[in-house]
């Protein structure tokens, strides 16, 4: 069983209803240098019972579906990620919990598969990736009814613990706003977030 220390990695901040990602080093739109190990295909993915209500599990098993459904121009599909209850054999794992008026949103983080940190942003190739959402405001998106908002972070977030950074253009999902949902009401990949997704593997 793999140890795990939560470290705060890539952190959404929430300033003037939109949600910001904390600065950080890039080394190219869109990828970065290093990636999940083994690849996201055949992989397993966790939900942990913390992501509550059963309104809010839902919005992230569709997010990682959506990923699931995203085909490159050459007709493959870039991940391919099954749900499971069991951690310890998961690549991909979601957590929620009541972090407080923070700013913060989500964030993900990147470890090696002795629990310790892949560096932020990564400076290595990672085992496996937590991503964490704040209840504090995500509940604004259920209160208000807005479960793609939701998913628009979900989605964000499994393209960080995949390998992307952020993207420079609004009409992705991997920019660094949730502007792309209040604004453009985006939340699932695009095309050039496919591509980076495939041309990371």
């Known amino acids: 069983m793999r140890a795990r220390t939560l470290v705060l990695i890539i952190a959404v901040f929430v300033l003037g209803g939109f949600a910001i990602l904390a600065p950080y080093r890039e080394t190219q739109a869109g990828l ?7 690849g996201p295909f055949g992989r397993y993915y966790m939900v942990s019972p913390n992501v509550n209500p059963s309104w ?3 919005i992230t098993v569709n997010g990682v579906n959506s990923w699931n459904n995203a085909i490159t121009w050459n007709g493959s599909h870039v991940v391919s990620f099954s749900q499971t209850s069991n951690w310890s054999n998961s690549a991909i794992d979601y957590y929620a919990d009541e972090y407080g008026a923070n700013g913060l949103r989500a964030w993900t983080g990147w470890f090696l598969s002795n629990g310790t940190s892949a560096g932020v942003p990564p400076s290595t190739n990672w085992a496996y990736a937590e991503i964490r959402f704040n209840n ?4 604004d998106d259920i209160y208000g009814n807005l479960p793609n908002r939701s998913m628009n972070t979900a989605v964000h977030e499994f393209g960080h613990a995949i390998g992307l950074s952020h993207d420079p253009y609004v009409w992705n999902i991997m920019y660094p706003t949730i502007a792309n949902y209040d604004q453009y009401g985006i939340y699932t990949p695009q095309l050039d977030d496919i591509s980076y997704a495939d041309a990371a593997y």
Not at 136 to 139: D, I, L, P
């Open 32 to 38: 970065f240098a290093y990636r999940l190990s083994g």
């Open 56 to 58: 809010y599990s839902v």
């Open 136 to 139: 504090t405001y995500m509940y």
